[in-house]
């Protein structure tokens, strides 16, 4: 044995009917949950670990996943808020993304990894155009757990686009299954906005060709709708759908402006969504019909999008947003759950991004996993029956102490141990103080 | 001077025209602040300092003012959600609430006390039943500034409606403007819905006789308005204002369904508002028009009201809702804007109270404020222009270190210092055990 983690409430999400944590241990054996049981460990348990920790009463859960997100941006968060989205692109994101080097890339990517990990994520997405393999060689360095997509804006002649097609074919035949396993790549057109259908058809195309799926941002807001429906007669999820785009191998981002049709579509050809609601809220784009998804049995994540327009990566406060907001906007507290919800952040969205290692703490499964702090005030009183309902209207990311992926420890007591902090806090603070 | 804390970069709230933090250092002298200014101190302050302490370059505001909440119930944090209001009422808040005594209702404050200082929040109204006056003595002794209101429900007799007035009465006798003015009382009918028009008159003619304000919940919930329309032929907001009680020593607390001519009462007679975005979303209220209000000059502020509905007291959370949802429900990412929202949570919520020597940062004002922590990935990067964002968008109350209210430390580095941590986290999570 590895470790042995003792002296834990574990919350496991790989049973609805058991949704009560119980108190109990786990170990790992080379990366996977080799026992777990409630109750203490025998001292032979104990003896054969190479490590053993007390986890003191915390709560153990599976860690977080984070359907969507554009790690490269991350040094915007703040640098303008409060806009219109034309205004916003136009004057904050295209004039400092366009002066972007790689460096700076993967400094961003290194800030939102760590502000990932240290709230309890332990499988993103990103979508980014920049220093993808970069990226993918650091996941696969610190241990980590993500699916990249080389995000390609089909705007410049055919040759470019080609171009684009190939890098994103290029990281799939370098990384996708890499690394374990963790290590996941989708072919991912931007938006029927920035990609016309053609661009669609062959990205798909290479997405069967090498097995990967695809991954988009459809109907995020009305404007863009409108203007497909201008241009093409049909809304975005229609027109895919016509195109025969949609199906089980495929992820949309946002997803807010759907039609009963549309939805209809998404669920007969088992589409999935990823919900991005704090996102979605501060661009103005609206909210999504998550509670009509979940009727529907839609397949539904969450995302956190960029801390540009979020502009936070705690998954916990994507939770809270997706478990509140559809209650008010229906007049309905029926309208979502916390269970629910709590399957969105980890045992749905790791089997929506085609992990099924990933999201339960069960047997056999990766050991990604992390450790909440309840000894606080936010957190008080906590009976087994009330975790679930804490986990999601009132922990916070900094209530996570501890986090493991694929049996390695990223974070130990809230010290990262794979990421040199003061460095890349420094650098991030140095790298933008002359943006425009 | 009793202590000196600089280095540290200060958000004063006190001039809208200087949005951007300064890095400086203030000085605190009975209880007051004394010096402010940019820069770093003389040798002459620092060595007439009692106390010096580096802010190690934190970022310093005015204490957070939380206008609207229910202590007493805090131990029903997440014992019921997901539920509809009145199944609620039924199964969780009234079997539970009719068996608390004043141990329980006072260890309950505590815990909520303890956590609304740890999240920043240096100015609170509480409106409960029970235990008050020893709540105010708690707040007394333990340097705290708080709203008290004795809440009233006239559903008994008219003796028993008279006592609860004379209740009420005798709390605003003993402590309003008590302890150096930190505790103030005002008269809290609770909703129209629980009393009728004769009570709030009566209300109201001792809150002017005492000269206190009046505080009370108004049109929450759709079905409410409904069944006031029903049984008086108009809408509570109308309906106050046509029985004289509306005026600027008034403060409403949620008033999400509101009409145009209801806002404009509000508008008219310079009624303030407590909105409680959380709260409204988790009951399935609905969203009050705050972009409307805001437009029209009706003065609101922020409440987060009690973890039964919630289920926390952050008020950074609270802003964060507050900034997000009304862009998203009326897809304007100008609906509200980041400044506006934090002055809700200090400058105006503090005025609204009745409150004029806090919830900012100037010369002679009661020295509440606290100190933010910014050396953290989710506030990384920042500069003083993205302060302000930071804060609404991407803070937390755990980044919060230290608290100050009228000069004397309640948190010091996150630890607490006016209470006893580990007896009412104990006590909070025994109490519990047998609840409903």
Not at 58 to 86: E, F, Q, Y
Not at 93 to 108: C, G, I, R, S, Y
Not at 361 to 381: C, E, K, M, V, Y
Request: one cysteine or more; aromatic letters at 6%.
């Amino acid at each position: 044995m590895d470790t042995l983690v003792h002296n834990v409430w574990i919350i496991t999400m790989d049973n609805s009917e058991k949704r009560i944590p119980f108190h109990g241990y786990l170990s790992i054996l080379d990366g996977r949950i080799h026992d777990i049981d409630s109750g203490k460990p025998d001292q032979s348990l104990i003896d054969e670990a190479k490590e053993v920790i007390d986890g003191g009463g915390k709560w153990l859960m599976p860690g977080l996943v984070n359907t969507h997100g554009h790690l490269g941006s991350s040094l915007l968060r703040g640098h303008g808020d409060d806009l219109k989205l034309v205004t916003w692109l136009k004057t904050v994101m295209w004039p400092n993304e366009a002066k972007f080097d790689h460096d700076l890339v993967q400094t961003a990517a290194e800030l939102a990894m760590m502000e990932m990990i240290s709230s309890g994520t332990t499988t993103f997405l990103d979508m980014y155009h920049l220093a993808m393999p970069e990226l993918a060689q650091m996941v696969q360095e610190k241990g980590l757990r993500a699916v990249l997509c080389r995000g390609m804006i089909a705007f410049g002649t055919e040759s470019e686009q080609d171009e684009k097609i190939r890098e994103a074919v290029s990281l799939a035949d370098s990384y996708h299954n890499a690394a374990d396993g963790r290590i996941r790549v989708m072919m991912s057109p931007h938006a029927p906005y920035t990609c016309p259908p053609d661009f669609y058809l062959k990205a798909a195309e290479q997405a069967m060709n090498h097995q990967l799926m695809l991954h988009t941002h459809i109907s995020e807001s009305p404007g863009e709708v409108d203007e497909h429906l201008r241009k093409y007669g049909m809304r975005p999820v229609e027109h895919m759908h016509r195109l025969g785009l949609l199906n089980d191998e495929v992820l949309l981002a946002h997803a807010v402006h759907l039609t009963d049709e549309e939805l209809s579509m998404l669920k007969e050809t088992n589409t999935a969504v990823s919900h991005n609601p704090m996102s979605n809220l501060k661009l103005g784009s609206g909210i999504a019909r998550v509670p009509e998804m979940n009727r529907q049995g839609i397949r539904v994540s969450l995302g956190t999008d960029s801390t540009a327009s979020n502009n936070n990566l705690d998954l916990f406060e994507e939770m809270r947003f997706a478990a509140l907001i559809h209650k008010g906007v229906n007049h309905n507290p029926e309208s979502t759950d916390a269970y629910s919800i709590l399957r969105m952040a980890t045992v749905d969205g790791a089997s929506i991004l085609g992990y099924s290692q990933t999201g339960t703490i069960r047997q056999g499964s990766d050991a990604d996993f992390i450790l909440i702090n309840p000894d606080q005030p936010h957190l008080t009183p906590w009976t087994p029956e009330r975790v679930v309902s804490h986990l999601v209207y009132a922990a916070k990311g900094s209530d996570v102490t501890d986090v493991w992926i694929r049996g390695r420890r990223q974070l130990e007591n809230g010290f990262f141990l794979e990421f040199d902090r003061e460095r890349i806090l420094h650098k991030s603070n140095e790298l933008v103080k002359y943006f425009e």
